[in-house]
């Protein structure tokens, strides 16, 4: 049985578990779904339309707010308590706070930021990206189930999630959290500034490179990304020049996203850059050089000025 664990915030669930769902289907097998948190009636229900064996509702109070002492407590109670083959968690912020822990509390396998998933003499290999998604390496985890693994944002589509014909069963756990326990005292989630987004979650894109020339000519990215309905965002040589804040970068280095329309304006393509985007669903590419590796993942590139295309673009999307 694979167990999927859902992420939300605030009662409001986190899209990058819907791609773990996908993920646990494809292994094959009975999925569950575990919904942590406090009041959260309304996220289980959201998931329960997935296919599933069940959901199961990890409601108490000391879980109200994230803290990894908390998850860590709850989640080894369930693990022993379900049993299951596998444990599947979005590759997010979150995630990579407790995982590790979790794992050490158990004694088991932890795998991270798994991009496929093969199957291989009864049991599974997982494929992640090393040196920097330069390579990627095949790695079969050793010791007893459960094996923990952390889902790259991206790698899987959360579209392809099968849905039931009817709503999963919902059940709440009877588990016992410590509150007395808990060592940490959470805080807000910090922002840098009012306008900061998290970007895995934005549906549309648009990123700047260095063909942007100057910082006067971001209000030109601006424009188009406003006519889209899209977030800006940027590679690192923007973000190191303070161009734009350091949560708007996309790479290795910065943010993972996976939107439905990724457009690149004047990004050459790098390998750092391309990690952190090749999962978008359709990638558009405008850049003078038609020899431009980000070109290779495009699915559709136009070997041009920017300045020339993207108000052709504006002119085109204000009919």
């Known amino acids: ?7 939300q915030r605030e009662a409001k669930l986190n899209r990058a578990t819907w791609e773990t769902i996908a993920a646990a289907q494809q292994a094959g097998g009975p999925v569950k779904i575990a919904v942590l ?14 296919e599933a064996a069940e959901v199961i509702a990890v409601d108490a109070e000391p879980l109200a707010q994230y803290t990894a002492d908390g998850y860590v407590a709850a989640l080894a109670a369930l693990i022993g308590q379900e049993q299951p083959s596998h444990v599947f968690l979005p590759h997010t912020y979150q995630a990579r706070d ?39 390496a095949d ?3 050793d010791g007893p189930a459960p094996h923990i693994l952390t889902c790259q944002i991206g790698a899987f589509r959360a579209d392809a999630v099968v849905r039931g014909s009817a709503s999963a069963a919902v059940r709440k756990a009877e588990i016992a959290i410590d509150a007395g326990a808990i060592r940490q005292k959470p805080e807000a989630p910090f922002k840098e500034a009012k306008q900061a987004v998290d970007l895995s979650q934005a549906e549309r894109i648009v990123a700047v490179g260095r063909g942007i020339k100057g910082q006067e000519h971001l209000k030109l990215v601006e424009q188009l990304a406003q006519s889209l309905g899209a977030e800006v965002a940027a590679s690192r040589p923007i ?7 350091m949560d708007r970068q996309i790479g290795s280095s910065g943010q993972t996203v996976a939107p439905k329309l990724y457009v690149a304006l004047g990004i050459s393509g790098a390998i750092q850059h391309l990690v952190g985007m090749k999962g978008s669903r359709t990638i558009v590419a405008i850049n003078k050089d038609a020899e431009a590796p980000i070109f290779e993942v495009a699915d559709y590139g136009i070997a041009g000025d920017l ?11 204000a009919k």
């Open 307 to 317: 300045f020339e295309v993207v108000p052709a673009m504006i002119a085109e999307l």
């Open 1 to 7: 049985m694979m167990l999927v664990i859902a992420e």
């Open 37 to 50: 948190g406090s009041g959260i009636d309304g996220v289980a229900a959201e998931v329960a339309a997935a």
């Open 98 to 136: 407790f995982a590790p822990a979790l794992a050490a509390r158990l004694g088991r396998a932890l795998v991270t930021d798994v991009t496929a998933i093969k199957k291989q003499d009864g049991g599974f290999v997982f494929v992640r990206p090393v040196f920097q998604g330069k390579l990627n």
């Open 239 to 245: 973000c190191d020049a303070g161009w734009l804040p």
């Open 139 to 141: 790695v079969a985890a």
